[in-house]
Structure formats: structure tokens, C-alpha cells
């Protein structure tokens, strides 16, 4: 049985949207190593997880600035079940 967490994003309001996003991957990817099964499915968790950051910080624009925690969360949630989960 895979131990599934939660996570929640902390937005800092000193931190660009980019350092944000970063800082919200980084955390994903220690929850995602601690209930892997291999490494190898470390790596893939990973590099799934650097995709969908360098997709939201590629598409910053298209946030407008206007972002919250949970429409952060959301999104980061739409994108990884769209890429990863048909």
C-alpha cells in the first residue's frame, strides 16, 4: 500500500512566482520519496514533478500575477493528473 500525504503549498510574499513554484516542487519531491517503493520511482516522481514547474513557470504570464494558495495547488494538481493520469 502506498502511503499517499498531503501537501500544502506555503506562498511567501517576498518570493517571486518562480522562486514559489520552485519551493513548491521541492517540497513535493520530498513527500513523493518518502512513500516511493525504488528509486527508480523517485526519479520518475521527480522528474514528473520538474515538468510541471518548468510548465507553470513557463506559462507565468498566462497567471497574470492574480494566484492564490489553492488556485496554486490546483493547478499544480490539473496539470500532474492531466499529464500523468490521461
Known amino acids: ?3 499517499k500525504g498531503i501537501w500544502e503549498i ?3 510574499q517576498n518570493m517571486t512566482l518562480e522562486q514559489q513554484i520552485d519551493n513548491a516542487v521541492a517540497a513535493l519531491k520530498i513527500l513523493t520519496a518518502q512513500s516511493a517503493k525504488s ?5 520518475s516522481n521527480w522528474d514528473k514533478l520538474d515538468s510541471i514547474g518548468y510548465n507553470l513557470k513557463s506559462n ?4 497574470g500575477g492574480n494566484y492564490s494558495k ?3 495547488e490546483a493547478l499544480i494538481s490539473r496539470l500532474y493528473d492531466e499529464k500523468y493520469n490521461g
Open 70 to 72: 489553492a488556485a496554486l
Open 39 to 43: 528509486p527508480e520511482e523517485v526519479q
Open 10 to 12: 506555503t506562498l511567501e
Open 1 to 3: 500500500m502506498v502511503n
Open 60 to 63: 507565468i504570464s498566462a497567471l
